[in-house]
Structure formats: C-alpha cells, structure tokens
C-alpha cells in the first residue's frame, strides 16, 4: 500500500521542496476557528518572507491572544496618560471602607506612574543595552573570563549609583544592572559592612527590589549564598535612614525594600533582623496608662516586659537603640512629613511616593501577626489613619491613593482579631470591647471633670446612646482643649504634650493666642481713656491653629469611640456579577499592565493571615477583580464582531456574526421572593431569557444548545451611536470603549434551565433523558442576582430609567473561564459561616503560624503503628531497599506479598526529628474471590522507590502530606496508590481527588481504574469526563446508569441461580429485596447444610455414604416430571415417620426397629455403585469431596473448568469457598442496588450515589467550588483530600476543597490532606499583572506552605527522559537522580535516527536582517525560527520518527500561530510529513511530554519571560528521547538565572549537528553525545533547506525505484509513509 501512494505524491512534493522560498497565503479563518488563529498575523506561514502585521478591522479587536500568564507576553509600556488604578476617590472624612461598594479596593492614579513611565518608556533593556549600552563598560569588571582575578573597585559603585541617581533611577538601567548579574557577581561578593558607602547599600536595595519586582527570578538566593552578611548589611541601612542624607526618592526605594524584607520573613537571615524591629522594646514609646493596660492583659508579658526595661532602658549599642527607636522614629517622622507636606500647594511623584509606600508598609506590618502583636498598638498610640485624613494633604486631589491605601490601614487596624492569642474575635466580643471604651470614657469625665455641666450629660447618658457619631460629636464638640486634651490621653492614649507634631501644634496655638490677645491689648491701648468700654466678659473666639487642634482631637476620640462597622454585613449586600460601572471602570480594574514602580490599595496574598476571614476576604476582592478583568477582555473582543449600528426605524441592530453573542428576543421577570428575616434584599429573583438560534453554523449552534444548569450569561443593552466606530479596536482606552459602542448596561444571569421550542428540557444533566432540540427559539430561565436587583429597583425609585426590559444582547463564555460566580459565592458563603474550619492541625500552618512540620504524620497522636501495604511491595528485598533509615528491619524469609508492616519505635530519637523505628514485616493470602478471571485482584507492578514509599506511607497516615514530584518522578503513581491502600484499610471512608485541569484528573482516575478497586465505587464529577480515555462512562449518570444496568444483570444472574434450584415462579429476581430473601433461605442454607456434609464426609470420603444418596435423591427428586421440588429431608422424615408407625402398630420399640433399619440402610448403601465410584475418584484424586458434594457447581459452568483442581481437599476448598465469596460479594452489590431501585428519579439517584455509594469521588479544583453548596447541603461527608497540580492551583481554589462538608460540632472530619504538585514548575495563571504582582494573587497555597518551610517528600529518581536531557532540570531539585529504565533500556540507550545529539541549542541569527517581530503588541514572532523547527520536523519524519511522537513548542501565542501556519503550508497536506503532534505553548503544556521536542526561544533583543526559571524547567523536561531548542545564544547565555541550563547547551555545537547518511528507522549508535566524523553541521536555515531537499529527493527517488520495479532498490529506504509508523 505504501508504494501505490508515492508515485501520486513525488510531483507535489518535489514540485514544493523544489520552491521552498514562495511566499504561501494563510488559509482563511472562520469566526468559529480558535481565538488565537483569528487574530494572528495573515502572513505568518511565509518562509523567508518578512511577517507583516495584521490589518484589523474596525470591527476586529486587533490584539492578540492572551498567553497563559507569561509575565512578559502581558507586560505593556506605561502610556503617559495613565489612568488611575482602581477606583473612585472617597472624600477623606467620609473615612470610606477599605473596599468599596463593589467590593473591590480602590486605587487612585499615582502622579508617580506617569514619572516612573515617562522615565523608563515601558521599555525592557535589550541585548544591545546589555552588550553596548552605558554600563556595558563596567559590566566587564564582573562578567567574563576578564573579571576572573580583578580586585573590587569601590569607585565603579560610586560611579554606577551618581548614574542612577543623575537619571532619577531610571527603571530601564536598573534592569540593566540587574541582568548583568551585578548583585550576585560584583555588589554582595564584595560587600564589607564597616567599608560599604552609600552608594553600595542603596545599589544593593534598589536591585533586591527589582528582583521582587520582576517576580521571576529569586530574590533572597544572591544573599542566602552569604547570609552572614545580610545582619550587617541591614543595620547599615537602618543607620543610613536615619542619618537624614537621603532625599525622598531614595527613602521611597529605602521603604520599599522594608516592604519586601517583612513580606519574606521566610528567609531565617531576613526574619532575625525584621522581628526585632517590632518587639516589645518598642513600647518603650507608649502611652503609660496604655502600655500598662496592654501589660495586664497577658500574664507573661509583665515578665518580659521587665527582662526588656533592663536592657533597652539606657540601650548601649547602635543595634539596640534601632530596635527600640526605629519604629516609633519612622512614624513620627511620617506624620511630620505629612504635616509639612500639607503646607504645599502641590505635591509631586516624590513626595506621593514616600507617602505611599510608607503606608504600605504599615499595612504589611498589621496583616501579619508576628508584627501587628507589638507594632499595632504604636499605630493606635499615634492615631496615624485619622490625623492623616484630618491632614491637609488628604484634601488634595492627587492623595486620592493614599486615602484608599488609609482605608485598608484603618481596617487593618480595627480588624477583628485578638492580638495576644492570635484568636478572631466574636462580633459579642467585638460589642463587649467597644462598650468597655464607652465606659472608660464616662469613668474618666465623671473622675475627672465631675461639675463639667457639658459632660454631665455624657457620662450618665445609656451607653448605647452614645455610640453613634452623631452623638459623640454632639457631646465632644463644645468641649475647650483643655478638656479634650485630658481625654485624649486618658481614652485615646494620646498625650499632646509628648507627640511632637500635636506638640508643635499646640505651641503654634499658643502663639496665635498670645498673638490675638497681645492685638486686642494694643487696639485697646490705643483708644482713648474715656472712649474705652467697661471690662466686661468677653466671648473667647478660637484661632485657626486651635480650631484645627481641637477638630483633630475630637475626630480621633470619634473614631476611637464609635460603633465599628463589621465587612461582612457589607459584602452580603454586594452584587456579585460586574455591572458596566465596575467593568468599564479603569479605575477599578487596570487596563495598562502593572510595572510593580507604585503601590495599590489591593490586598496581598502572602506568607500569613490573620484569620481564616481575612484569607477569605483578600481572596475574594482579588479574585473578583481578575474575573471581571477577564469579562472585559470578552466584552471588548464580541461586541465588536457584531458590529452594533442603527437600523432604519432607530433601533439598534446587529449586522455582524459572533461566535460567543447573540441579539436577545426578550427578557421578562417571572418571579420575586420575598426578602428573608433580618435582610432587605429578595431571597430569590427568576427571569426568562429568549434568543434565536436562526443562521447559526451547526458547531456554534450545539454550544449554545449545550449551556447547563449554573452557568453564567451575560445581558447587555447596546445604544448604536449614529456613526459606527471604524477605527482600531486596540487604540481605544477602556473608558472610551463602552461610549464608541453604546454599552450602557451590563447584567449577569444563572442559568436553572434552557427550553426549546416545544418546552423541552436540553440541559438535562443525564445525557440519555436528554431530548433533540426543536425549532430555533430558545428559553433560559435564569436567576439574577438579587442584590443587583434591588439596587436597580432603588434607582428606578429615585427616577432613573429600568434597566431589565432594555437589554438587547446575550453573551456567554467558555465553561472553563466561566466559574467566577460560584467561586465568590462560596468564598463569601464562607465568610459568613461560623462553620468554616479546617482541620485543628492544619489551622496554624494554613494562617502561617507556629510549627511548619506540626501536620506531618509522625507527630501526630494519630500515626499508625501498623499498615497493610497489601502489593506495595514486589517482593522481600523491596522491604529491605525501602526503608534506609530503619534502624532494623525483620523480614522472614520466604514472604510473599501482600505484606503488612508494624512500625515499632526505638529509644534514643532526638526531640523534634522523626523517631528510630524498627520494622517488622508479615504476610498474609488474599482470600479467593471466584473462579473467574476477573476475580482475581489486579497487582502493583511498580517498584516504589524508598522516597516514593515514604509518600505513600505519609499518605495513609493521617496528617498533611506535601509531594514535590519533579518530572517524570511517578507521582501518579504514588497518588493511586495511595488511593488504593486507603479504599482497602479504610472501608468506611470516602476520598476526594482534586486536580487543576481535566487531563491531570483523567491520568489519575485511569489509573485508578486499574487498580483492585471495584469499579461501581468509582465517580467522576465534572464536564471533563468526555476527555476521559474509557469505554466505561464514570460520570455521576453515567454511574446512574451503570448501577441500574447493574441490577438488571445482577438479577438475571439470581434467576438462573432460582432455575437451577427448580424455584420456577417464585420471583426470586423480582426485586433488589427478593433477590435478598432468596439468598437467605436458599443460598445461605444450601451452604451452611454443604458445610455440614463436608463435616460429615470427611475428608478421606468415609462418611460419603451417610451424604452423597441423599444428594442424588435430591437431584433426582428435581429431574422428575411433576417434582415440587420438595426437599430430600421431608421425604427421609416422611419415610422414617412410616417405619415408627409400622413398628408401633407391630408393637416392637421403635428406637430398636429404627437402629436395625439404619444398619441395613448403611449396609445397603456401601456397596452401592456410585458411592464406590466416587470413592474411587477420591482416592485417584480425580475428585474430593468437596468437588463431589458443591451445590453450585452448575450456576458456575461458565467459569473456566475444570472448577475444581482436585489436587487436593484444601485447595477444592478454597474454590469452593472463593465461589461462595463471589455470591456473597454479588448479593451485597444487589442490596447497594437496592437504593437505586427504590427511588424513582435520575435526581435523587444521582444524590445517593454522590453522598452515600461512591468512595472514590474525582473532580477539579473548578467544579468543587460549583457544587459545594450542594454538596453541604446534601449533607455530605469525606475523610480524605488528594490534591494533584497542587502548585497550579489558586490559593482559594486549594482551600475550598478542603470544606466540602459540614463540620462535627465545629470540628473537621478531615482526617488526610495531601498535596502533589512541583513549586519549580508554572504557577497559576493570573492574566492581570497588577493583581499577578502586587497582589500575589498566583501564589498557591502549595507554593506558600513551601516558603514556610512545611516538611515535603522530594521524589528523587525519575524515568521520563534520558539522563543527558534529565541534568538541563535535575540542577533545580533535591538529588534528582535516574531510574535503572532510563539507562538500561534500548530506546534511551540508543541515538536519535539522522540526529548526533540528543539534545541541543540550535543559534539561529536574524533571518532577513530580522530577529524577533510583533505584528500586534505583545504578539512576538520569528520567522527565522518557525522555518527552521519546522525543517527539523521535516528531516525527522523523513528519518522515519512518528510524527505522533514530536511535539512544537514556543515561549508565546505570537509563535504558536507562526509555526501553525508554516506547518499548514509545508506539511499539513502531505501524509509523508503530516503534522506534530501538538503545536503549543511552554505553558499550555506543562503535565504533558513526549518523545521529541522542538522548542522556539523566539526572542532576540530581551530574554522575556523564559528568564522565570520556572518556565524554564517546564520547558526542559518535556522531551523523553531528544530536546532540540531554537534561539538565540548570545541573549540567553549571558542570564544569570539561566546559566545551569546554557552551560550545558555550550558544550555542544550551537550548530543543528545530523547524520545524513543513516538511513530511515533505529539507529544502531549509541545515544552518548560524542565526536562522530560523519556528522555535518548545519550553517543556516538556507543550508538546512538544501540539505532537506537533497535528502528527500534521494528518498523520493528510491521510492519510484521501489514504485516501478515492486521491489527493493540498494543505496536506501523509502521515506516513512503512514503504514510504516509506530503506532
């Protein structure tokens, strides 16, 4: 076959290798083609032909696709007319929330954006600012073999930093500096704490930020290299701050590095000098009457406190006095800056900076516990969120962030949490402690000013009378200063006269005073004797200085002393859709990319929390925000696609096609509930939502047929404006967008159900009650949100027009994308729930507080002493080799699994390690379970190594559990079995399997498929499940399904059971309860009277006369025509009941006649033919007696025969018996058939078979948080969590798997947590990078327990790859080493066919004077490198490799549709090439691998973001067999970051080395990469070309010989057709 297709296909394929420079158009892209084919460059498949760039239309949004988080590809330049941040500014005495109305944090525009943007140009440094910019000079005493031996010159740090600073600390040259490696090779190697100058300390600051900044290199590790020097090194610059010689913009870097030293508390060097900034000896600058409060609060403190009073009192070194002063110093420098700052007309980028980012550190020194303990009560001494609002500077328009970044302080600051234990206060406790304040108000007014006649009122007024604002200003305002000066030191804890600024204040009162009074003597001197009016008692008039002090003094009284506002009753009332004011709110969410040069008002995810409530609370404002991000992206990339215009009577209309929107028919409210008790807005609000489906392509109309219950719509209402837009989507700013295209309104919807035509139900969950949908009308009744409802409702009130009935368009999204809303809705369910709690050892750790190893296993009361590991274990010696620090183990000889171990503890374990343990293994037989194939259990056949042990073993114990799996290290593998030594020791337990993509979640479960796990346990929830590589359908119907198909065949089984008992027409199978019955009265019985018989028997068959004719009666008995089956008992009693009457009636005894005719019976019965015929069987062990007496032999005819060996009576009688398990274990799964039976409906099926049946219950992070409601509601329960991609998934999305279930009297019934993911590979993506970087929304809660320290198992031995591609990753993990199958099997021992190396760094020059090309922003190309992988592919598809086994892969979306097209044009068409097997980005193919790798860097002028190692790593370690990179040496060479993996690459030529005279197929060279003499070595793209041509065109010549003669030609190998390829 393969000879008659060649002849067909060498005049197209010699006519197209002939022409390999002909430009090529691209095929044409359908509206339903992927997104990223749609927007890419029309000529990106030219080879050698430069790319030009993409013509959108007014009506196509010209960006391109989004990448999955690369920090690179989403990095755009800072225009110059930024827009603010976040959101809206609140008026600084409205004293707004920390979040606004929306939930979101609020952020205003730092005029310090437009400095930071206008001075680096968004711009990264490139190659030439590296090779040939301004430090290129300098660069050259660090970097090289030159600066091997050169002497450090202080003078060139003085030299670099007066640059620097001269350039206002440009951002671009700083990235410069730091991607010379000139931290880590020139600054920290040479850093002296005594002789270090300025310049050295600040240089160092300023490139630890840039690293933090950056995000994707470490930032700690230059240091932890020589952590020695950090602690002098800090004190330095804590002297350099506080010797006054920096200017503002230098203390805002200062500040910044304070920030990112307390927010890496991690680092044991950073953690030893941060904490003691903020312990208890700063107290020494407390109010007296407060620290004494604060004293008696906790018993130890007063101890403490006097073991610091010694050594602080008079402190006597530098260090020391830091330690107490520092703090205390820092504030009251800032409110003196914020007081002179307030004198100014204008501020600038500087002033705003210092401001800022000093208040972001107070914000990190509060939402951490280590530091609020002894740093909060600073901040309530100083009053620092009420005298900055009162300031004049918080009057400024453009203090708009510092107000917001004031609202998050001040929550902060009143947070509800009890600073001494750690413990979240009560909103009773809450009340209890804002009362105690009233109280201590009216106390110190009736001690102190008892005949006050203005305070009277207060102190016998009721408390709760007093509390409001209202009411406080009414009683404070008339106050004098004296009198608030008195209660502001005795309430407020603030003494004027020790505050410097209030100090400063009150004297320039003073003055002013003196100044009115010294004005008004002399006017009065002035006047006449007699013309001067009598004294009399003048009205004191205030001055504007005392005015000012007194407002102050009662504003910080009012806001100590009023009702706290609680955030949880806020964001109940908050809508949880985004509305066209949030999405098109640039303000609120950023449209330019975040630089990390300014703060935010957003929370941050970090190391620690300070309750549950607040993990929650940071979560869900980020979360929202990136989805509503992300909304808008679809917004902006669908509306314009319908080209929205006015039609002829006015109405908007909408001409064009989208894939994803559709004009909406009609919209109608169905129905409002009515508000539940104690809240306003409706329980419940459900609308119907119609559109038509007329002219839709056939694809397009089946998604949108195949919306589902819960998930989410958009509703639009789109005014045309009269001139439609037709300029370039990209250039319009977010704000302009909605305006050019008329959105006025934006409303999400839930889907509950979608009917077509006829009323049928089409989104039936149960795909076999599905129904063909009918006509091109559809109906989704949905539910709003009814927060947003009644809002809307309320502006209608106030005159405003009604939103619903005007919405004109729908929108819906991809399912994956699309989970937003149940995500919020669970976290803020959960904020709101008392019951949310996780397990009691894991509560510390998840805030980040206490012992990092207090979960593991062996620490807990819970360990097991003793395991069943069943087939872990293959055999002996594996015990032997798996337990290396086992201080003994005994192991009998001659074990043969499945094994047992008893763990026994040894004296002698050192306090805080794992104990000495001495193990002791046994055995045990698996009882038979039937005679069937399919009974016997399915084994183990991996050879678990001694760390892979150690997980599993972890695993089953109780306790958290972390995995680092590197790849190909087998944590699958380790996690099913888990999962399977769980199901078998812990029958009584369920176990959830979380995953973060549905592919990760399928290899799982098809492994576990294979398991010794009966399958009807087994459930897969989730749309992934059609992914699913099974004939078996494991989805929650498919289960339903399967369990009703159950019973039906389970109770034919019982029916041929009865028939084979002659029990015609007793409905034995009628039912699931029948089939119970019967088994009790007749299989039960039938086996216990064949045990009773074998008794009898015997086992020699002495006693087979006394059974075996009553068993041939019986049979008998059944044969005969008209038998009722009556049993062979009754007829023996009949039969002796006659012989007793006969002998009375003959008046003998009847005990005598009955022993004489039973001696003649047995007499008679010996020599009966059949009893010595079995006899004779017996004793030719032809038969036993267990063979000849088995009841059911018949209902077995269909096992494999003979059933019985015969060998001898113990064996039979195991068959025997496992034939008895096999009808017990068929019987039991009748009566679990039972439920399935009796109810009636898919739905409550579908509940019992979740809640109640599976135990093995299987879905991603995503669909958790969807059905967690309903889980909890259904009352279900679980014991166990494994978590896979734990490092890919969202820190909220890990926490909510863990609270599935309802607690046990505020307990977790979780007993088992274990996490499996690798914290060196990709994090979770996060598009936004505002929320990216600043936030740390990416951080996942695996990678977090990393950072503090949480004991892991680090798989060490990995056998994916071949060892020479292994060591470009292992470098990045704990002793990575190899299994023995990497270096003993042929595959990887041998070469690559037509390939010298295994892997190589292919240089590719620019291709037409042109390297890298972005035809769209952050759209990066490279022609050059497109052509030349797709060449390779060529060659090694012409060298006889599977075009299934090579995979493409690029560092960006831009190059992933390059090489699509370039593929489409040279390959996809002709089946001698055909196409990789995936053409995709690094990212998007983490968790997968494949046999070859061919890899575009794509970048010339900047490294991107392949500079995050942990995209590196992924990149390295998708290949098995060969790994072929393409870029650019010379940029990649000289980063730091990646230099373990290029000094590798630089051992080998930069230039694709082949073998072209190997002829197609398996090599015979071996695979070790070494000097080959027949080698030719590629020079260029142009040289690859013509050595392709020359190869194919022998080829092709060859296959016309072989074509025309039918046979074999010498002098070479047909090219590979698709019969000759592996399959």
């Known amino acids: ?177 730091e991607f010379n490696s000139y931290l880590e090779r020139y600054l920290w190697p040479h850093f002296d704490g005594e002789k270090a100058s300025t310049a050295h300390l600040l240089t160092v600051a300023l490139l630890i930020n840039e690293k933090v900044r950056e995000g994707s290199v470490s930032a700690w590790d230059t240091i932890a290299a020589r952590k020695e020097k950090f602690s002098s090194y800090f004190e330095r610059i804590l002297e350099l701050w506080k010797s006054r010689q920096l200017n503002l913009r230098e203390k805002s870097h200062v500040l910044q590095f304070f920030i990112n030293c307390f927010q890496s508390l991690e680092q044991d060097f950073v953690r030893e000098c941060c904490l003691r900034l903020t312990g208890l000896q700063s107290w020494f600058h407390l109010n007296d009457l407060h620290r004494e409060k604060l004293l008696s609060l906790n018993k130890k403190l007063p101890a403490f406190w006097k073991k610091v009073q010694k050594k602080y009192s008079e402190p006597k070194t530098q260090q020391a006095r830091h330690e107490r002063n520092f703090m205390a110093e820092l504030l009251d420098e800032f409110l003196a800056a914020f007081e002179e700052f307030g004198e100014r007309s204008f501020l600038g980028a500087e002033e705003l900076s210092y401001m800022e980012r000093t208040l972001e550190l107070m914000i990190d020194l509060l939402n951490q516990l280590p530091t609020r303990r002894f740093f909060r009560p600073l901040m309530v001494d100083k009053h620092i969120v009420v005298r900055c609002r009162r300031s004049k500077v918080a009057q400024l328009p453009e ?67 007093l509390d409001t604002r209202e009411a406080l200003l009414k009683h404070l305002e008339p106050l004098p200063l004296d009198v608030l000066k008195v209660l502001s030191a005795k309430v407020s804890y603030l003494d004027v006269s020790k505050d410097p600024v209030l100090a400063a204040m009150e004297q320039k009162v003073k003055l002013a005073i003196e100044a009115q009074e010294k004005l008004e003597a002399e006017k009065e001197q002035a006047q006449p004797e007699g013309a001067r009016p009598k004294k009399k008692r003048k009205k004191k008039v205030k001055t504007e200085e005392e005015k000012r002090l007194v407002d102050l003094l009662v504003e910080i009284l009012v806001n100590r002393l009023e009702r706290p506002v609680v955030q949880q009753d806020d964001i109940l009332k908050m809508p949880l859709y985004p509305t066209e004011e949030l999405v098109w709110d640039p303000n609120l969410v950023p449209e330019e990319h975040y630089t990390g040069d300014y703060s935010l008002a957003l929370p941050k995810l970090n190391l620690q929390f300070l309750t549950i409530h607040d993990y929650l609370l940071r979560n869900f404002n980020l979360f929202r925000l990136e989805s509503t991000y992300e909304i808008r992206e679809d917004l902006q990339d669908q509306i314009p696609r319908l080209k929205p215009s006015l039609g002829d009577e006015g109405k908007t209309i909408f001409p064009g096609q989208a894939r994803m929107s559709l004009p909406m028919v009609s919209i109608e409210v169905t129905n409002v509930k009515r508000p539940k008790v104690g809240e306003e807005v409706p329980s419940e609000v459900r609308a119907e939502v119609r559109w038509n489906l007329t002219g839709l392509l056939p694809h397009v109309r089946s998604e949108w047929d195949h919306l589902r219950e ?21 250039e319009l700013s977010v704000s302009e967008f909605p305006e050019k295209f008329g959105v006025r309104a934006l409303r999400g919807a839930e889907i509950t159900e979608l009917l077509d035509d006829e009323g049928n139900v089409l989104s039936e969950p149960n795909p076999q009650e599905r129904k063909t949908p009918v006509g091109d009308i559809r109906v989704a009744r949905v539910l709003l949100d009814p927060a947003q409802y009644h809002l809307d409702l309320e502006n209608v009130a106030e005159g405003k027009s009604e939103v619903y009935s005007s919405l004109n368009l729908i929108m819906r999204r991809k399912p994956k994308e699309n989970n937003f809303k149940a995500i919020l809705q669970t976290i803020r369910s959960l904020m709101n729930n008392d019951d949310t709690v996780v397990p009691e050892w894991l509560h ?237 009265h007749h299989v039960l019985f039938r086996w216990e009277q064949f045990r009773k018989n074998l008794s009898v028997a015997g086992r020699d068959g002495a006693g087979l006369h006394k059974v075996l004719p009553r068993v041939a009666q019986d049979k008998a008995a059944k044969r005969r025509k008209g038998a009722d089956g009556a049993s062979l008992e009754a007829a023996v009693e009949a039969a002796a009941e006659s012989s007793e009457a006969t002998s009375s009636e003959a008046g003998q005894p009847s005990e005598a006649a009955e022993a004489a005719a039973a001696r003649k019976r047995s007499a008679e019965l010996a020599d009966d033919a059949e ?144 996490f499996i993911g690798d914290h060196h590979q990709l994090p979770p993506v996060v ?40 060591e470009l990753y292992s470098w990045r993990y704990r002793d990575l080493g190899n299994l023995s199958n990497v270096l003993t099997a042929d595959k990887y021992r041998m070469a690559n066919p037509g390939l010298s190396y295994t892997h190589q760094f292919i240089n590719v020059e620019d291709f037409e004077g042109q390297g890298e090309s ?147 197929g398996v090599t015979q060279r071996l695979g070790a990469d070494g000097e080959d003499n027949n080698r030719t070595l590629v020079e260029d793209l142009k040289h690859m070309w013509t050595l392709l041509q020359d190869k194919m065109k022998a080829q092709f010549q060859v296959a016309a010989q072989q074509a025309a003669g039918g046979g074999s030609a010498d002098g070479g190998a047909a090219p590979p057709g698709p019969a000759q390829e592996e399959s």
């Open 1327 to 1366: 598009k936004n990078r505002a929320f990216q970087k600043y936030g740390h929304l990416d951080q996942s809660l695996y990678a977090r327990f990393v950072r503090l320290r949480t004991p892991t198992v680090d798989l060490n031995l990995q056998g994916r790859a071949r060892p020479s591609i292994a």
């Open 1 to 177: 076959s393969c000879c008659i297709c060649w002849p067909k296909l060498i005049s197209n394929v010699m006519a197209s290798s002939e022409q390999p420079f002909v430009k090529a158009a691209s095929p044409a892209t359908a509206e339903g083609a992927p997104a990223e084919e749609q927007q890419k460059a029309s000529s990106a498949a030219t080879p050698f032909v430069k790319a030009s760039p993409p013509e959108p239309t007014a009506f196509v949004k010209a960006k391109a696709p989004s990448p999955p988080a690369p920090a690179e590809a989403t990095a755009a330049p800072l225009s110059e007319e930024r827009p603010a941040a976040f959101a809206k500014a609140a008026s600084p005495a409205d004293s707004p929330s920390p979040f606004s109305k929306a939930g979101s944090p609020v952020v205003a525009p730092p005029p310090q954006a437009e400095a930071a943007a206008s001075s680096s140009s968004g711009r990264k440094p490139t190659l030439r600012d590296v090779v040939a910019g301004e430090f290129s000079a300098f660069a050259r005493k660090w970097t090289g073999s030159a600066a091997e031996g050169k002497e450090f010159e202080p003078r060139v740090v003085e030299q670099i930093y007066s640059a620097l600073k001269a350039s206002g600390f440009n951002a671009n040259q700083v990235t410069t500096l």
């Open 399 to 465: 203090a708009r962030l510092i107000n917001q970044l004031l609202g998050i302080l001040r929550y902060y600051e009143n947070f509800e949490i009890d600073d001494n234990s750690g413990k979240p206060l009560t909103r009773r406790r809450v009340t209890d402690l804002h009362y105690e304040r009233l109280q201590l108000l009216q106390r110190v007014c009736f001690q102190e000013f008892p005949d006050h006649p203005g305070l009277k009122a207060l102190y016998l007024s009721n408390v709760a009378n």
């Open 710 to 730: 819960h998930d989410v719509i958009f509703l639009l209402r789109i005014d045309a404006p009269e001139e439609p837009y037709d300029g370039k989507i990209a």
């Open 844 to 1080: 510390d750790l998840f805030l980040g507080y206490g012992d990092p190893g207090a979960a593991q296993y062996w620490k807990l009361p819970t360990a097991l002493t003793e395991i069943d590991f069943r087939d872990t274990f293959i055999d002996e010696d594996h015990i032997l080799e798996s337990f290396p620090e086992a201080e003994d183990i005994d192991v009998p000889e001659e074990l043969q699994r499945p094994f047992k171990l008893k763990f026994e503890k040894v004296e002698g374990s050192e306090p805080g390690k794992k104990p000495l343990e001495r193990v002791v293994a046994s055995a045990y037989a698996l009882p038979n379970m039937g005679p069937y194939p399919e009974c016997k259990p399915r084994e183990n056949t991996v050879r678990f190594t001694p760390v892979q042990v150690e997980a599993i073993r972890s695993g089953v114990n109780p306790g958290l559990t972390m995995v680092v799996g590197p790849p190909g290290t087998g944590k699958t593998d380790t996690a099913v079995q888990v999962v399977n030594l769980l199901f078998h020791n812990f029958p009584d337990q369920k176990i959830i399997l979380v995953a973060h993509s549905n592919q990760a979640l399928n290899d799982l479960f098809e492994k576990i498929i294979a398991l010794d796990i009966p399958e009807r346990y087994l459930l897969r929830m989730g749309r992934g499940i059609e992914e699913l590589d099974s004939k078996l359908d494991f989805s929650k119907w498919g289960r339903v399904n399967h369990m009703l198909q159950r019973r039906l065949d389970l109770l034919a089984k019982v029916e041929r059971l009865a028939a084979l008992f002659g029990l015609h027409g007793e409905d034995a199978a009628y039912t699931c309860e029948n089939a119970q019955h019967f088994f009790l």
């Open 1414 to 1560: 972005t035809p769209s922003p952050h759209f990066y190309q490279n022609l050059g490198e497109a052509e030349f992988c797709v060449a390779l592919f060529m060659y090694m598809r012409l060298m006889g490799i599977p075009a299934a086994k090579i995979s493409i892969l690029s560092t960006y979306n831009g190059q992933k549709a390059l090489l699509r097209d370039v593929v489409r044009q040279r390959c996809a068409w002709n089946p001698i090439f055909g196409e990789p097997s995936k053409i995709t980005t690094v990212d998007k193919f983490q968790g997968q691998q494949n046999d070859f790798i061919i890899v575009s860097l794509v970048r010339t002028r900047h490294v991107g973001h392949l500079r995050d190692v942990r995209r590196l790593v992924v990149t390295m370690s998708r290949a098995r067999l060969g790994l072929y990179v393409f870029g650019r040496f010379s940029l990649f060479e000289n980063c730091f970051e990646l230099t373990p993996v290029f000094s590798r690459f630089a051992k080998l030529p930069q230039q694709l080395s082949l073998e072209l005279d190997e002829a197609p």
């Open 1171 to 1314: 009893v010595k015929k079995a006899r004779e069987q017996i004793a030719s062990k032809k038969n036993t007696t267990v063979s000849l007496l088995f009841p059911f032999a018949a209902f077995f005819a269909d096992a494999p025969q003979p059933l019985f060996p015969s060998d001898s009576y113990a064996a039979d009688l195991e068959v025997a018996e496992g034939c008895f398990r096999y009808l017990e274990n068929m019987f039991k799964e009748i009566e679990e058939c039972r439920a399935f039976e009796l109810l009636r409906n898919g739905h409550d099926r579908g509940n019992y078979l979740l809640t109640t049946h599976a135990r093995i219950i299987a879905m991603t992070c995503t669909h958790a948080a969807l059905t967690r409601s309903n889980l909890v509601n259904l009352s279900f329960k679980y014991d166990n969590l494994i978590m896979e991609e734990s490092a890919q998934i969202l820190e909220v999305e890990t926490f909510i798997p863990m609270l599935l279930q309802q607690s046990d009297n505020g307990v977790s019934r979780l007993k088992r947590v274990m």
